[in-house]
Nanobody, 123 residues
């Protein structure tokens, strides 16, 4: 089993920045692909970004491309999401996810999930 814990959420004004972290523990040798998803009030969970084990392959949702950057530090078993130029529509609970597969994917079929961290962007 792998446990994922997100941190770094909070309240920020539009145009501001936040950096989310996702710390993994447990069987950290059993996951490879990782991703970030978000769920806004009244909406379904949506893909934000994904990253391969090496960090060499990354995918982004069109809505965050150019503003968000996903990265990971495997030595620290931690993944990050740097969020810049935040907009009110980025307000959501952000979840990190991990999976044993090596391929990077954007659907929500990840095996392991964190409990989420709230990001609120005020206008």
């Amino acid at each position: 089993q792998v446990q994922l814990v997100e941190s770094g959420g909070g309240l920020v004004q539009a145009g501001g920045s936040l950096r989310l972290s996702c710390a993994a523990s447990g069987r950290t040798d059993s996951y490879h692909a990782m991703g970030w998803f978000r769920q806004a009030p009244g909406k379904e969970r949506a893909f934000v970004a994904a990253i391969s084990w090496s960090g060499g392959i990354t995918y982004y949702a069109d809505s965050v491309k150019g503003r968000f950057t996903i990265s990971r530090d495997n030595a620290k078993n931690t993944m990050y999401l740097q969020m810049n130029s935040l907009k009110p529509e980025d307000t959501a609970v952000y979840y990190c996810a991990a999976d044993g597969r090596w391929v990077v994917f954007t659907t929500d079929e990840y095996e392991y999930w964190g409990r989420g961290t709230q990001v609120t962007v005020s206008s």
